[in-house]
């Protein structure tokens, strides 16, 4: 009896860490306000560490379509996993309807608290401007976030 229930109790717990493990195909906002508080805990520890694994979507800093992306208090980009918008700046950013989603966020990002923006953006790897929510928020001088595809 005792190994029937240990085989059965083996088995669910088999089961359940599976499904657990299955992701979909694109990051949830849940995912992604989870990575924002992550990357929050790493710069405060070791900024310019942080910052490169942000770069190089390391250490779960990339995830799927998910990944960090922070700015300096100029607006200027500090570190994205985009090499084409590595040179880009939140004051003259627009989204394909003409959204200056870059000054939004500049606005609404505070220390210690997590804000929303939402504008359209292509996926990494893609051009195709899709519906986009990022996360933000303001950790020291920098301007980070996290967005999640609707």
């Known amino acids: 009896m005792r190994k029937h229930i240990l085989a059965l109790t083996i088995l669910t717990l088999a089961l359940a860490g599976g499904a657990s493990a299955q992701t979909g195909q694109y990051g949830t906002a849940a995912e992604a306000k989870a990575m924002l508080e992550r990357a929050v805990v790493a710069l405060k520890a070791n900024q310019a560490a942080a910052l490169e694994k942000f770069r190089k979507r390391a250490d779960g800093f990339g ?33 394909a309807a003409g959204k200056e989603f870059g000054k ?47």
């Open 104 to 150: 939004e966020m500049l606005a609404k990002a505070k220390e210690g608290q997590i804000s929303e923006v939402g504008y359209v953006f292509p996926r990494l790897g893609d051009d195709k401007p899709v519906p986009k929510e990022s996360f933000i928020t303001k950790v020291g001088t920098l301007i980070c976030g996290v967005g999640y595809y609707k």
């Open 63 to 95: 995830d799927r379509d998910l990944y960090v992306f922070c700015n300096g208090p100029d607006g200027a980009a500090l570190a994205h996993p985009n090499p084409a918008q590595a040179a880009s700046n939140l004051n003259t950013l627009k989204d």
